[in-house]
Each structure stands twice: as structure tokens, then as C-alpha cells.
């Protein structure tokens, strides 16, 4: 527990650090180009654990002791004197587009963050949970729909859906507007049918908790294939005929599905004889094994040690080969996918915050500095390529929460300064003081929300 935690806390800093440089960097990066002098660049808040100045402006590098934020502090008069010589690259002094130009680029390098780290993910390959049905809860929008154990998502409303993800997102996207979803569904054979989804009822419970398939009655599958690994030499199975690759069908008239199946029925027959069936090479065999018998540790309120069966192979890793696909893409086809993918991420979530501004997505739905913990340390102990994925969703997060038109925001002042625009003039002094207290009020609003979601996810079941 404490080992996940710090891990937790490590995952966080470094996503966030990262994030808020690259944010930044956005800023910096387009002020140099504007010709806009750059007095600081300060990565964290609070005091300086490191700083330097370097360049020909000078610009004063830092980084500071809670990185959990920076800034880019720009030459502008408004900020305080400056120079007659240097007027010409302060920042209120420079074109309009210029100043929009440097407000934006911060965003957008955010955007161009999450395109970079889904084209690497997809050129390096990303596995993800196949699209498969493993069962349907009774009375369930699903059962009603016609969805069966087994069945494969094909395809949501004819946008495909390669993974069980892919069809989780097009679902929300769907049912932010519609509630009936069309669902393309594939059968073990091979049929295809088209089914609607009719989640009115769930719609709520969906959008407040994530749980999109536990709401509409579905689950994924999740058991592998019964088929045969190595064969102990000695092993009763070996002494039956049996070979690696061999597809367990049935065993003593019962059918066997999974390997849990299998394990279970050997189990509960030591030294019994029967007959299972196979598949292999395309071909189905009948063999006769009789399970072998050892002693299994006795329960606490056991006896003695009881008997189990045992036939002496393992699993092969084709077994489990079903349950996932694996996504690699050429550089050029990955680059399209990671545009593609951003702006599906980016488009959903403006959605979602537009159904929460007219109350339909509860506020509920908002994560804050635990929650985001929380997700960056199981993602960073998954994989790398996990934590960059969740390093692109949250960077298109930051980019759009920076676009809000909220005044201490990027989204604010790119207002604020078109308002000026407009008018001829700057806006009071006071007048801009006190929109940037509403600003900050908002912002610290958001936050509480935010943090009260992840103290409270705490006290509910599954939280």
C-alpha cells in the first residue's frame, strides 16, 4: 500500500511537471518568435530550488519547490516600467495577433503533446482489451438489445471499434446526445447483427461513475482458451496422447470453455478415467485420460491434506491471444491515427463540459489532484506505454481547461485581449482586478469540487 502510494505521488509530480514545461515551453517558444522579451521562465510554485540566467535577453531560468504549476513572466508595462529602447517588444505593444499567438500557444503545444505521444504509441504498438462480450446480466439494456456471451463489438453507430475501449468511447460520444445507441455485433461464426442500445435508463449513472458496460449489463471477457502448453513428460496427460496446441472441446460429456473450466473439472476428479475431446490440426480427436491424483494442503478446519487431480500441463500463451489486439501502425498512418485520436479526446471532452454546464453530466465526474494520482501510478506500473497514454489524455485536458474563458486562464486573456481589440482601448484597471477575482474564485471553485470528488470516492463502494 505504501509502495503504490509513493509510487502514486512519483507518477503524479513527473506527469505533471512534464505537462506544465511542455505547457509553458508553448509560451516561451512563441514569445521568442514574436520578438516579445521573456523576463522569466519558472517551472513549480513556491521557492527556488534552482535558478540561472542565460541568453542574450537574459531570461531567468527556474525551477521551484511544488511543481505542480509555472509560469512565463513577459516584458509589459502593465507589469511595471519599462525601458524606452525595450517598448518594442513588450508584449502589450505588440500586434494583437502576436499577443493572441503567444496566450494560444501554450494549448496548443499541449495539443501537439498528446499528437506526438499517440503517434509514438501507435508506431511502437499498443495492446488493448479485445472487444469481447464474456456475459450479459440478466434483464439488462444489453440482454434486451439481443446481446449474447461471446458476441465481438464491431462497430458503434459505423465508427469501427478495434478494442473494448475504442467501443466504451464511442458509446459516451453517442449517448451525450442520443441515449439509443446502434451496436454491431459479431458471433462466434461470423454473423453480424445490428443491434440498439437503449441506455435512457443508465445514461446518468454512466456519465457520473465511468462504469459505462457494468451499467448497460456487460461484461468483458476475461477467461482464456483452454488450450494445452508444455506436456510434463511423466504427466498423466503425456501418457493419454495429448500435445501441445491441443484445443480442450469437452471433457466427460460436459463442454469446457475456458481454462478455468478445465482446471476446475481435473481438479474435482483425481484418478478418475475420461473421455475428453480435442481439437487439433483442424481436426477433432477423442482421448482417454485418466486424471492423476496428489494431496493438496488441508484447509484450517480440515482433517487431513485432500485429494486433487492433476494431468500435468500448462497453459499455452496462444490461450489468452484472443482477449487482445495489438495496434502498430507505419510512422505516417500512426501520425494520422495521433491527430485522429487527440481530436476525438479533445471533441468528447468539450462535450462532456457542455452537459455539465446544462446539468446533465454531474459534477461528480470531475477528478482532482488524487484522483489523477491515483490513475498516473497505475498507469506508470502497467507499462510505459500506458503512462504516456495517460500522459496524452491529460495534456489535452490541460490544453482545453487552459482555453476556458476564465480571466486568470489562457482562455481569459485571449477574451480579454479581443474585448480590447474591439473597444480601442484597454479595459480599466479595476475592472480587469476584479474579473480576475471572479476568475480566481471560479478556478479555486473547481478545485474544491474537484479534491471533495476524490476524498469522497473514498467513502463509496468501489471507491
Not at 509553458?24 to 520578438?35: F, V
Request: aromatic share 8%; glycine share 12%.
Amino acid at each position: 500500500m505504501l509502495v503504490d502510494t509513493l509510487i502514486a505521488i512519483g507518477a503524479f509530480v513527473l506527469a505533471i511537471s512534464l505537462l506544465v514545461a511542455v505547457h509553458e515551453w508553448g509560451h516561451y517558444i512563441a514569445a521568442r518568435m514574436s520578438k516579445v522579451r521573456v523576463l522569466e521562465f519558472s517551472i513549480g510554485f513556491g521557492p527556488a530550488i534552482w535558478r540561472r540566467k542565460a541568453g542574450l535577453d537574459q531570461t531567468e531560468y527556474q525551477l521551484r519547490a511544488l511543481p505542480v504549476g509555472g509560469y512565463v513572466r513577459l516584458l509589459d508595462e502593465r507589469e511595471g516600467p519599462v525601458a524606452e529602447e525595450e517598448l518594442h517588444r513588450s508584449f502589450n505593444r505588440r500586434p494583437y495577433w502576436q499577443r493572441i499567438f503567444v496566450l494560444a500557444a501554450g494549448p496548443g503545444m499541449n495539443f501537439l503533446f498528446a499528437i506526438v505521444a499517440y503517434w509514438m504509441i501507435f508506431m511502437v504498438g499498443i495492446q488493448a482489451a479485445a472487444p469481447l462480450v464474456g456475459g450479459v446480466t440478466p434483464g439488462s439494456a444489453a440482454e434486451r438489445a439481443g446481446v449474447r456471451a461471446g458476441d465481438r463489438i464491431v462497430a458503434v453507430e459505423d465508427r469501427d471499434s478495434p478494442t473494448w475501449q475504442a467501443a466504451a468511447m464511442a458509446i459516451v460520444d453517442q449517448i451525450l446526445g442520443d441515449p439509443t445507441v446502434q451496436v454491431t455485433v459479431e458471433d462466434e461464426q461470423g454473423a453480424r447483427r445490428d443491434l440498439l442500445l437503449d441506455l435512457s435508463e443508465q445514461k446518468k449513472g454512466i456519465l457520473e461513475n465511468g462504469n459505462l458496460f457494468g451499467a448497460a449489463g456487460l461484461e468483458p471477457m476475461r477467461d482464456s482458451r483452454p488450450i494445452l502448453g508444455d506436456i510434463l513428460p511423466d504427466g498423466p496427460a503425456a501418457a493419454s496422447g495429448f500435445a501441445p496446441g491441443d484445443h480442450i472441446l469437452s471433457a466427460g460429456g460436459e463442454d469446457i470453455g475456458t481454462w478455468r473450466e478445465w482446471v476446475d473439472y481435473v481438479r474435482a476428479r483425481p484418478g478418475q478415467s475420461v473421455p475428453v475431446t480435442v481439437a487439433r490440426d483442424g481436426t477433432e480427436l477423442r482421448l482417454y485420460l485418466r486424471i492423476g491424483s496428489r494431496s493438496e494442503a488441508p484447509a484450517q478446519d480440515a482433517a487431513g491434506p485432500a485429494a486433487i487431480g492433476f494431468v500435468g500441463v500448462t497453459q499455452s500463451p496462444e490461450a489468452r491471444s484472443h482477449l487482445f489486439v495489438t495496434q502498430r501502425l507505419g510512422p505516417l498512418r500512426a501520425l494520422a491515427r495521433g491527430v485522429q485520436e487527440t481530436g476525438r479526446i479533445t471533441a468528447l471532452t468539450f462535450r462532456v463540459l457542455g452537459n455539465m454546464f446544462t446539468g446533465d453530466v454531474s459534477l461528480r465526474t470531475l477528478n482532482g489532484p488524487v484522483g489523477i494520482a491515483r490513475y498516473a501510478g497505475e498507469a506508470v506500473q502497467i507499462s510505459g506505454v500506458a503512462f504516456l497514454m495517460f500522459l496524452a489524455l491529460v495534456s489535452v485536458s490541460l490544453g482545453i481547461l487552459n482555453l476556458l474563458p476564465i480571466p486568470i486562464l489562457d482562455g481569459g486573456q485571449i477574451v480579454n485581449q479581443t474585448i480590447e481589440k474591439l473597444r480601442g482601448r484597454p479595459i480599466r484597471e479595476r475592472t480587469q482586478l476584479a474579473v480576475q477575482r471572479l476568475g480566481l474564485a471560479l478556478v479555486l471553485a473547481i478545485m474544491f469540487v474537484a479534491l471533495f470528488n476524490d476524498i469522497s470516492g473514498f467513502f463509496r463502494p468501489g471507491g
